[in-house]
């Protein structure tokens, strides 16, 4: 008999270990799986539109695309240059591959993006390449471009890009952004209409004061 109370007393003892273990190792995996989740929310919040510049692979094609992440770029991509299966993401200007999430957040806003589909690969631009054997031939001294697109379907007027161009080899952008034109706009066609109003009424009396004199 005491033997078996002793182990008895025992194995309560290894089960009361073992279920403390499990309880210690399951509370440490739900908060390192809750501190992911949190890490995952927090990350989600902090993503923003930003545009971009995405063409096809001949280059015929040229658009501005607002997207948070490269899931959500290779998705809007689909239905606006009309590619079917997207096999990859490349810089236009050299063809450097963007495939992962934290490559895309490192490139500056319009950045010019290229859509591959299958059996296509980036090439060099011709333009591009023929331009230094033909520099010395060039006579233009700069060359201005502008391009005009919208960060929100909702804005008015949107976002205008200049690029100045020096010599075919240097090159300066700048961004003009007018986010507050629309309601510019509304306040300055308020105010005129109260001008406008405001002026009816004092002709209104005038004639009525020079109508009573008269």
């Not at 997207?67 to 770029?73: G, Q």
């Amino acid at each position: 008999m005491v033997r078996f109370t002793g182990g008895s007393a025992d194995q309560m003892d290894s089960a009361r270990k073992s279920f403390s273990a499990l309880t210690t190792s399951s509370l440490f995996k739900c908060v390192t799986a809750s501190a992911s989740m949190t890490q995952q929310l927090l990350t989600g919040r902090a993503l923003r539109l930003r545009p971009f510049r995405v063409t096809n692979a001949e280059r015929s094609l040229k658009k501005g695309i607002m997207a948070f992440s490269l899931e959500d770029l290779m998705n809007k991509v689909g239905d606006s240059l009309n590619v079917l299966c997207i096999s990859d993401v490349v810089l236009d200007e050299d063809g450097t591959g963007v495939d992962t999430e934290g490559f895309f957040q490192a490139l500056p806003e319009n950045a010019v993006l290229m859509v591959l589909e299958k059996d296509q690969r980036w090439t060099p631009d011709t333009v591009s390449v023929t331009q230094p054997s033909n520099f010395s031939l060039r006579t233009d001294v700069a060359k201005l471009t502008f391009d005009l697109y919208k960060r929100n379907p909702e804005d008015f007027i949107g976002c205008l890009n200049v690029k100045a161009t020096l010599y075919g080899a240097y090159s300066v952008s700048y961004d003009v952004r007018c986010y507050a034109a629309k309601k510019m706009l509304k306040e300055a066609l308020r105010w005129a209409v109260f001008s406008m109003q405001a002026a009816g009424h004092i002709l209104l009396g005038s004639s009525c004061y020079i109508e009573y004199l008269l």
